[in-house]
């Protein structure tokens, strides 16, 4: 079974509020991705992390990888209408997993 | 070609037909995998490949599900004697570098999936 969790799976916020979704795994994790899937397409990458810890930022968005290499984390600041989507991590383990997904939208 | 594609984009079947769902990677990625997708779900891993190499078949639900990748470029799955619970969206991607425990930069690069009903 699937052994990437992340939470919220629903998140609406008004446009121009913060976002943050959480991905957590039962197994340590060699590194972690991050995908958008907007509502119809295919899921793209946004980054990787590798390191224990790690943090990188990608204009108003801020992604972590916890201290045991277990969890991480994606924020968004001040959410545009073009953020909607579908947010997934993906980790490697012993396979390639990835999580059940975030789903945001963004009321304007 | 400049992305990976996918074929059919839509596949309607009658239970207990085979299908098979096609994948031509990105020119010169090395890696390819195979995911199925459920609605409102996340892309449940399948198999995938390092060149022709199947590396990682554990993910495929049962022995009806099969893939191959003879030139290490197109990949082939095959789903024989369809059934119900097939129907999803089966998605490819592939990755310039090899896949492994501690791989560096992997991209993905997804396909845009084929839609598969079972009727």
């Known amino acids: 079974g699937q052994q990437v969790m992340q939470i919220p799976q629903y998140q ?19 590194n972690i991705q ?8 295919h899921p793209v990458f946004l980054i990787q992390l590798v390191k224990s810890g790690e943090v990188k ?20 600041t001040a959410t545009q209408t073009t953020d909607v989507g579908t947010y997934f991590c993906a980790g490697t383990g012993n396979q390639f997993y990835f999580g059940t997904g975030t789903s945001l939208t963004v009321i304007p | 070609g400049a992305g990976v594609s996918q074929s059919p984009r ?14 031509d990677p990105i020119s010169g ?11 409102g779900q ?13 590396q990682d078949k554990s993910g495929l639900p049962n022995d009806r599900f099969s893939a191959e990748r003879p030139e290490g470029s197109i990949s082939t799955l095959t789903i024989q004697r369809t059934e119900q619970r097939d ?17 560096a930069k992997n991209i993905q ?4 999936g084929t839609r598969l009903s079972v009727l």
Not at chain 1, 13 to 25: A, I, L, M, R
């Open chain 2, 87 to 103: 129907s999803a969206m089966y998605r490819c991607a592939s990755s310039l570098y090899v896949m492994g425990p501690a791989l």
């Open chain 2, 10 to 23: 839509y596949k309607v079947t009658k239970r207990g037909q085979d299908v098979a769902l096609r994948c």
């Open chain 1, 57 to 76: 930022k990608q204009k108003r968005l801020t992604f972590q990888f916890g201290e045991a290499k277990k969890n991480s984390s994606l924020h968004i």
């Open chain 2, 29 to 39: 990625h090395v890696s390819l995998y195979w995911y199925r997708q459920a609605l």
């Open chain 2, 109 to 112: 690069y997804f396909g845009a």
């Open chain 1, 12 to 30: 609406h916020v008004q446009e121009g509020e913060d976002f943050t979704t959480y991905c957590n795994s039962s197994t340590t994790l060699s």
């Open chain 1, 34 to 41: 991050w995908y958008k899937q907007r509502p119809g397409g």
């Open chain 2, 42 to 54: 996340g892309p449940e891993f399948l198999t995938y490949f390092n060149y022709e190499a199947q």
